[in-house]
């Protein structure tokens, strides 16, 4: 009876710590994207971060060299960097729509 207590303990324990760690990644997942606003070489995280979370609504930002040049990265949940994504994929639509309407047809 009681190693059948034992067993079970463990198994809910088992199961308790995968719970966890499941939760943990899907809140914790971030999407990286180069920075919009950042210009120039970055040489400070802080102000990258700042930036990055005051002007694009980021989760953070930091500092990081691809290739041979130090880019400020922002850090966004992944469902809002998707969100981001969309909404630029529509603004481009719109954007060619209006110059398509606004061309005139030339006789």
Known sequence: MAKSSVVFSAFL????????????TVNGELCEKASKTWSGNCGNTRHCDDQCKAWEGAAHGACHTRGK??????????PKAEKL?????????????KIEANKVPQP
Not at 69 to 78: P, T
Not at 85 to 97: G, I, Y
Request: aromatic share 12%; hydrophobic share 50%.
């Open 13 to 24: 324990l088992i199961l308790f710590l995968l719970a966890i760690s499941v939760i943990g």
């Open 69 to 78: 040049k130090h880019m400020c990265f922002c850090y966004f949940n992944c």
């Open 85 to 97: 994504a969309q909404d630029k994929l529509k603004a481009e639509e719109l954007a060619k729509e």
